[in-house]
């Protein structure tokens, strides 16, 4: 492994560089050391139908996947993961499997005889999650950890004695009470409870497996990732396990895709991540080009991007580990104010505001505020020490943006930008330096473009506002703008859903149900609508969320408000009329507008 980084989360937060890894094996499917970043997904259907399972998993194999990953809720399902390997195996496809455990050690034990891989969720494979508070002794929380000893230690040293490997893969919606109550709902909790588990496995020198940390909120799973990544670092040289990267339940659609780019791509950018998965609310295989675009230009990239930048140790304007917008002043531009603590505004060129000037009043939420070429703003190399100083020594603040036409990494120069400039300039973001790009290119690859570049500075606290060059329809950049801020958390503008995909574990059709809840209440602007399939991380989820819709039992939904259950095993036809009024009952519904249902539309 290479030496400890100036910065311990990322290699070189200004120069690309993937972290230096083990390889572990998973069936012929190498992941971390000097393989590509590996795509995976998870099939969608019951794990006891195994014709469908076997479908599935070559559909997903067909389009790319390299890793499969197949729920095993219970003994019988994973006794069933024989039959679906086998079926695989006789049609000549090798990818492997990776049975998903939430809850039952003995499944997983079942699992392990049959697949590559199994994931453990350290949050429920040996603890109950009950929202109790409860302060534990140094005494009683040793207890805990000898109990989590006996219980993990068996799969961990059948995997060793059979090859398999396995991912310690926590979420935050399902951390466990224990790990709650020393360390709350944190990516540190997230942090300490995988390594627990870790210890146990490296004590019975076992080393076949990577991390994970989701979380359905960028942010945290951002500052969780890079926090895992730093104290491997401080653990020693040897504690160099690959990464797995997701944004759980990011959603569908342009959001979805905007939401799993911020996380992921950000975190790739870093040099962190040996393998991913997009998880989106539709049929998996459409997770697959999404990934293979995110991972592409990582995969193609060479140890640096041959950028002139500065030392890597330039100390950076942001704290990776804790979210703090970066403190500017508050201008004015044309009457619009910026930095400080307003609103992130969105900028767009004269060229684009000429082809929209004809119907502003009908883009409801995703207006322009701000032409570029009559703002003011000073475009600059973040290189050029005398340009930097001129705008330091300036008596009033000003906005300030990268150049274009600079061969710079976008994400590097805003960083360098806001670590050379004086704090009380407002940044202007832009999601390339090349605004004469291909007019045609796929909107696929720009919008993960700019979502993970735009995305991963506002995550870090840079940034006062934004411009999307790179798509040139109008509306469209527009768009993708205001959804770039409302996945990052920026500027809530709309409903936010939470909403997980599918797996064998789901009590309902996830899609057709996500697009009822969306169809009503898509105009409760600042409202976030958590939609989950089934318990595994429902309840946790329910805490970054003001509404619940869960899956109880088959046909059967709960409803929650934040983490509280309030409405049980409601039929699932009458689910989103009651959702509905439960918004009511909490002072949250408002009719929709002519205007609100013209833009949902």
Request: glycine share 8%; proline share 5%.
């Amino acid at each position: 492994m290479s030496e400890s980084p100036v910065h311990p989360y990322c290699p070189d937060p200004y120069r690309y560089h993937r972290r230096a890894t083990r390889e572990v094996r998973v069936g012929g499917v190498g992941v971390g050391g000097s393989n590509p970043i590996r795509v995976q997904s998870m099939i969608t259907c019951d794990t006891m139908d195994t014709a469908a399972s076997i479908q599935q998993t070559l559909d997903l194999a067909a389009v790319g996947c390299e890793i499969v990953r197949i729920t095993a809720p219970t003994v019988k399902d994973a006794a069933n993961l024989q039959h679906i390997v086998a079926g695989l195996r006789a049609q000549g496809c090798d990818v492997p499997i990776v049975a998903d455990i939430h809850f039952k050690p003995d499944a997983a034990m079942e699992a392990a005889k049959w697949v590559e891989k199994v994931r453990v969720n350290p949050g429920n494979y040996a603890d109950s999650k009950k929202f109790a508070i409860k302060e534990y002794t140094d005494g009683e929380y040793a207890a805990e950890l000898e109990r989590i000893r006996e219980r993990f230690s068996p799969l961990v040293k059948f995997s060793k004695e059979h090859g398999r490997a396995m991912r310690i893969g926590t979420n935050h919606g399902s951390l466990s009470d224990r790990i709650m109550n020393r360390y709350g709902d944190s990516p540190l909790g997230m942090v300490e409870s995988a390594l627990e588990f870790a210890r146990i496995a490296r004590e019975l020198d076992y080393h076949d497996f990577v991390f994970s940390m989701k979380s359905s909120n960028p942010k945290v799973m951002i500052e969780a990732y890079r926090l895992l990544v730093a104290r491997l670092y401080q653990e020693g040289a040897d504690w160099n396990y690959p990464i797995h990267l997701g944004v759980t339940e990011a959603g569908d659609g342009e959001d979805g895709r905007i939401k799993s780019a911020i996380g992921i791509g950000s975190l790739l950018n870093d040099g962190i991540g040996d393998t991913i998965r997009v998880s989106l609310t539709e049929d998996s295989v459409h997770e697959i080009p999404v990934a293979q675009a995110l991972v592409a230009p990582f995969n193609a990239r060479t140890a640096s991007d041959g950028a002139e930048f500065p030392d890597r140790d330039v100390a950076l304007s942001y704290d990776p580990f804790s979210y703090h917008r970066r403190e500017t002043t508050r201008v004015e531009i044309n009457g619009v104010a910026l930095g400080g603590e307003e609103t992130m505004r969105v900028f767009t060129s004269q060229e684009k505001w000429d082809a929209l000037a004809h119907k502003l009043d009908r883009l409801g939420d995703y207006k322009p505020e701000i032409v570029v070429e009559k703002s003011g703003v000073v475009a600059l190399d973040p290189r050029d020490a005398s340009a930097v100083a001129k705008v330091n020594g300036s008596s009033e603040p000003v906005v300030v943006t990268v150049a274009d036409g600079l061969d710079l990494p976008v994400i590097a120069a805003y960083r360098l930008l806001a670590a050379r400039l004086d704090e009380r300039h407002p940044i202007l973001l832009k999601d390339t330096l090349s605004p004469s790009a291909d007019p045609n290119a796929p909107f696929l690859g720009t919008l993960l473009t700019a979502a993970k570049r735009i995305g991963s500075l506002l995550c870090d606290g840079i940034g006062d506002a934004v411009l999307v060059q790179g798509e040139h329809a109008p509306g469209q950049s527009l768009r993708l703008a205001y959804n770039i801020l409302q996945a990052a958390g920026s500027r809530i503008f709309k409903t936010d859903y939470v909403a997980c995909p599918s797996c064998g574990r789901t009590l309902f059709n996830l899609q057709t149900t996500t697009a009822r809840i969306k169809a009503a209440t898509l105009h409760l602007k600042g409202v976030k609508i958590a939609i989950m399939g089934c318990i595994v991380n429902g309840p946790g989820e329910m805490a970054d969320a003001d509404f619940g819709y869960v899956g109880g039992a088959p046909g059967k939904v709960n409803l929650y408000v934040g983490k509280k259950p309030v409405k049980f095993n409601i039929p699932e036809g009458e689910a989103v009329e009651r959702l509905q009024d439960l918004i009511r009952e909490h002072g949250k519904w408002v009719d929709p507008t002519p205007v609100a249902e013209a833009a949902a539309v």
